[in-house]
């Protein structure tokens, strides 16, 4: 394990997350290595707060439509000490009492930015959203084959590169990936580590899986560069279409999940339409802004 002068920080970002919370900070508390704990609220009104203030002192309100992601993590890392920032999400709770200390490990060399852990889906989840958390998470194996991977839900990040360059507060969604892409362009590199585990998972409407792809969309818009091959509806939207849908035939098929194979052109084109939307209003804003 990377040691330190002093305890890492750990930050949390919540809203209204009860009773989830109270599961996440139980097992923080649980972790075998000692720490700081600071929560950034977002206006909650369901007893996080309270639950919160059993754990620590360090509460910090973001006031209602006031929360700017890349705006909260700056003040998170200006608040905190120490090299290396943990983020942590309300809804993440830690598998085992190792996974603070599994996820510092990442920290291999100097050129190491930042680590990300595993996640994998409560019992509750849907299987084909827990079939997408296995596919970007598990033993990391398929993530060499995308662009660009990382998630700051269960993270940790260096002081120093951040002093480098700061999240970016001009943007509403994948701010951690924006951050992330641009210290690799420096440089440096970012770990994935597996044995760090926490539990998460969401189950998406339609509606919401929709909006949460128009976010993305969007936000690979404004980070990636794009050739028009790779923006084109069948590079970005069609052939991706064709292989999810494919390998969620053979997902559900080796399980009987016979209605769950059915609904699963349906899932996947809301992404693809989420996903399209959300890009081609990203390009015509940033080429609007060029």
Known sequence: MVRTKT?????????????????TLTMVHQQNCAFELIVFDNDSIDGTVDEVGKYTS???NI????????????????????????????????????WLERLLDGFSGEQVAAVFGRQIPRRDCSPLLAKD???????????????????????????????????????????????????????YSIAYVPESIV?????YTLRQFYRRHVGEGKAEAAIFDWSPWEGSFLRYSLLPYSRQVLSDWRYCTRRLLFGTMLYSPILRL????????????GLKEKDESQ
């Open 7 to 23: 305890k890492p920080y750990i930050i949390m970002r919540s809203h209204n997350d009860m009773p989830l919370i109270a599961e």
């Open 58 to 60: 360090m509460v910090i």
């Open 63 to 98: 006031p209602k439509g006031q929360y700017v992601p890349g705006s909260v993590l700056n003040k998170a890392m200006e608040t905190s000490q120490g090299e290396l920032i943990v983020f942590l999400n309300s809804d993440c709770t830690p598998r085992d009492e190792f």
């Open 133 to 187: 958390t296995e596919d970007t998470y598990g033993d990391g194996s398929r993530q060499k084959y995308w662009r660009h991977c990382f998630s700051m839900a269960s993270s940790a990040i260096r002081r120093s590169v951040w002093e480098k360059m700061r999240f970016n507060e001009q943007i509403q969604y994948s701010e951690d990936i924006d951050w992330t892409w641009r210290v690799r362009q420096q440089g």
């Open 199 to 203: 539990y998460h998972s969401h189950n």
């Open 270 to 281: 809301s992404q693809l339409l989420g996903r399209r939307a959300g890009l081609k209003q």
